[in-house]
């Protein structure tokens, strides 16, 4: 299995952000979920809140309204 995954946060207007991590924190719509390198793959709606992004490189946070989340495996 992978240590990292390709994670890619997209607006309608861009793309805002597209990093190799380990770990996405996602605000879902029924409760927070962490998605990491071999989730099982699911699409879930976001609610208002912080989606967490680890990578090697640090923590990011970007602070989200709404939306969709999905996780694959070659997405």
Known sequence: MADTMQFDLV???RRVASLEVTSVQIPG??????????????ITTLR???LRVESTGG?????????????????
């Open 11 to 13: 607006s309608p207007e």
């Open 29 to 42: 719509a029924d409760g927070d979920m962490t998605a990491m390198p071999g989730h099982a793959p699911l």
């Open 48 to 50: 208002p809140g912080i």
């Open 59 to 75: 923590t990011q946070e970007y602070v989200v309204t709404g939306g969709f989340a999905e996780i694959g495996e070659n997405l």
